[in-house]
Nanobody
Framework: QVQLVESGGGLVQPGGSLRLSCAASGIIFSINTMNWYRQAPGMPRELVATITDGGSTNYSDSVKGRFTISRDTAKNMVYLQMNSLKPEDTNVYYC???????????WGQGTQVTVSS
């Protein structure tokens, strides 16, 4: 059974930092592209950051220079370091795994990030 479990969300003041973690099980981690998405109520889910099986990264323009995605293949973990947080970063953040051969998608349950003073 595939499971993606996010953690690390919470309330932070503008300009602060948070680190999200995603623990993956039930998949062959090394053959999945790992992504972080976010979604506000009533809005479409937005791709925030991607890290490929080879370690290449990509970011949305809205977070480039502030967020860093990383992965630890030995631990089946993916992380999102979020710095210089802004109120508009307030969203539910979702971990996603996409199999590079089958394009099958797996999703976590989401973790809430709230940026507010």
């Amino acid at each position: 059974q595939v499971q993606l479990v996010e953690s690390g969300g919470g309330l932070v003041q503008p300009g602060g930092s948070l680190r999200l973690s995603c623990a993956a099980s039930g998949i062959i981690f090394s053959i999945n592209t790992m992504n972080w998405y976010r979604q506000a109520p009533g809005m479409p889910r937005e791709l925030v950051a991607t890290i490929t099986d080879g370690g290449s990264t990509n970011y949305s323009d809205s977070v480039k220079g502030r967020f860093t995605i990383s992965r630890d293949t030995a631990k089946n973990m993916v992380y999102l370091q979020m710095n210089s947080l802004k109120p508009e970063d307030t969203n539910v953040y979702y971990c996603n795994a996409r199999n590079i051969y089958t394009a099958t998608n797996y999703w976590g349950q989401g973790t809430q990030v709230t940026v507010s003073s």
